[in-house]
């Protein structure tokens, strides 16, 4: 699936079944929540923190999908189209930071 596709596909859910879009600021309150949903399994899976009973049956996949979705709908929302936003963002990036990183002693 393009990113095209996936802004089709997450703009037909929310006008069928979704009924409408939440409004942008509960959608950026949102996408914060399930940002930190896959901090929580991060800070637990890869970090020094543990599992509580509650947290064993975390799907990693399933919470980076729900930050997509409401990524994407923030986007739909606001007339970005992610392909050329992330297009554009890929040259600014391989431009600055041509040698960058190449050049950073901390990643040696």
Do not use: P
């Not at 703009?11 to 949102?30: H, K």
């Not at 919470?63 to 600014?92: H, P, R, S, Y």
């Amino acid at each position: 699936m393009t990113i095209q596709e996936a802004q089709k596909l997450v703009d037909n859910w929310i006008n069928t079944t979704g009924v409408r879009y939440f409004n942008e600021l509960t959608n950026t309150a949102i996408l914060m929540e399930e940002v930190g949903e896959v901090a929580r399994i991060m800070a637990r899976k890869y970090g020094e923190q543990s599992f509580k009973k509650s947290d064993e049956e975390v799907n990693l996949a399933d919470e980076m999908a729900d930050v997509l979705f409401v990524l994407i709908c923030l986007a739909n929302q606001t007339g970005i189209d992610l392909t050329d936003a992330l297009t554009k963002n890929m040259d600014k990036k391989s431009i600055r930071d041509a040698t960058r990183h190449k050049e950073n002693e901390k990643l040696k």
